[in-house]
């Protein structure tokens, strides 16, 4: 299986059009590479410019918390004993306390 000399001249003729091709398709790889860095770039300085959302910071000293404005809510209103029991429902809260505590004084020591 030669190649005749009709195939040949059938070839050459199209020889620009393939070159043409092959040179479209190396530019559009490198087009499209470029794209995608350039929608890389402007996510990030979009990232950089907006408001990043504040992280959970947990419990301990980060988070401060007012149980005495509760408590003197609750006493300025007279509820003296709805204020006691906020405070033992509080599935967070570990104080322990003693109902006791206080209210008897040893004078004898």
């Known amino acids: 299986m030669a190649i005749q000399p009709i195939d040949l001249q059938t070839l050459f003729t199209q020889l620009d059009k393939v070159g043409k091709e092959q040179a479209a398709q190396k530019e559009g790889a490198a087009i499209q590479q470029a794209l995608q860095g350039a929608q890389a ?7 950089i410019q907006s408001v990043n959302e504040a992280q959970n910071m947990g419990e301990g000293s980060e988070q401060v918390k007012d149980r005495n404005a509760r408590k003197r809510q609750s006493n300025s209103s007279g509820k003296r004993g709805h204020a006691e029991t906020t405070d033992e429902e509080e ?11 206080g209210t008897h004084i040893d004078v004898s020591g």
Do not use: H, S
């Open 41 to 47: 770039q402007k996510k990030a300085e979009e990232q």
């Open 91 to 101: 599935p967070d809260a570990e104080i322990i306390r003693d109902p006791t505590l």
